[in-house]
């Protein structure tokens, strides 16, 4: 690295399939052994950050930020948590707004740029621990919030936070909003868009005036959606604005310790420039893989433990010597 175009993960020939892949482990994986402790963070602006904890008394703390409409539930964060701990390392999923089961209190949520939440928490809790170390996982959205936050906070980032880690990450927004509303990612688009409009009718109460909520019911893809809901909940002039404003790619240069990008090249969610090959060739900091199945936070492997190829590969990234 830290380009490196040619991997180690050679699935069986049904996980080549790029939607089976994406499927099958939101569908049928299973991560008993992470068991959470729930911890509520009040926050000044009013609202809340619910938090799940599995403590294994380490010395260094994994975070993990999920993906649009996900929680610290889903099996990929469990999974990442799952393999941490058995290196001794604790683990920490953070419920972005509105996910943890539990509807957030003000109009605004949380959306792919929103990185304020996640400095709020590092901070907090390098304030209130011993940790040596804190290094980040974030998948889809949550990566590249995670990539963001990093470029933004450059050479102002807390030296505890040594190293993370972006998987199936669509650090070009705009484009990547293009690709999953073709034909063949419909599927997908529609269930987020199900869920995103849900939220929207259920804090009518705390929307202000000027939100259209039956407009909003009637967006059929996330330039719609994001033009009616998430820019003016958010303080942005248009979807175009957000997507430009939000997008990680522009940040990576500007990331001061090692990340890594693990992007499948059959990823149907990702477009062309969510794989920034020439950045990575020229960056000490950014490492990039591209292996040419996985889907979009897929990765399944055949393993005694359940353990998936990324994992291992967040694992390695983190403890190397």
């Known amino acids: 690295m830290p380009y490196q175009s040619t991997t180690n993960y050679r699935p069986s020939y049904l996980f080549r399939s790029a939607h089976w892949s994406t499927i099958y482990p939101s569908v049928f994986r299973k991560v008993p052994e992470v068991v ?6 009040e926050l000044a602006d009013g609202d809340f950050l619910d938090v799940d904890w599995c403590r294994k008394g380490g010395r260094h703390l994994v975070i993990v930020l999920h993906g649009l409409e996900g929680s610290a539930d889903r099996p990929y964060v469990r999974g990442i948590i799952n393999v941490m701990n058995k290196e001794g390392w604790d683990g920490v999923g953070l419920n972005f707004r509105g996910c943890s089961g539990s509807p957030n209190r003000l109009a605004r949520g949380y959306h ?4 304020g939440d996640i400095k709020f928490l590092v901070e907090k809790i390098l304030e209130e621990s011993n940790y040596e170390t804190i290094n980040l996982v974030g998948f889809s959205l949550g990566g590249n919030v995670t990539m963001k936050y990093l470029g933004e906070m450059n050479r102002h ?8 880690v972006g998987i199936s990450v669509p650090v070009d927004l705009h484009d990547s909003c293009l690709e999953i509303q073709r034909l063949h990612n419909r599927i997908y688009l529609n269930s987020f868009l199900k869920n995103l409009k849900e939220k929207m009718r259920l804090k009518e109460e705390v929307l202000p005036a000027h939100i259209d909520l039956e407009a909003i019911a009637r967006s059929t893809d996330f330039f719609e959606f994001d033009g009616l809901a998430t820019a003016p909940l958010h303080g942005f002039s248009s979807a175009t604005h957000y997507y430009k404003s939000s997008s990680s790619l522009s940040f990576l240069p500007e990331i001061t310790i090692p990340v890594l990008l693990i992007n499948a090249l ?6 062309e420039t969510s794989y920034p090959i020439d950045l990575a060739k020229k960056s000490k900091n950014i490492h990039l893989l591209t292996p040419k199945y996985g889907g979009h936070v897929g990765f399944v492997t055949r393993h005694p433990e359940n353990i998936y190829w990324t994992e291992n590969k967040v694992r390695d990234f983190f ?3």
């Open 36 to 41: 959470y402790e729930r911890e509520r963070i």
């Open 112 to 115: 792919s740029g929103e990185t």
């Open 157 to 164: 980032l807390p030296a505890r936070v040594k190293r993370a």
């Open 266 to 271: 059959n990823d149907t969610f990702l477009s």
């Open 319 to 321: 403890i190397e010597k």
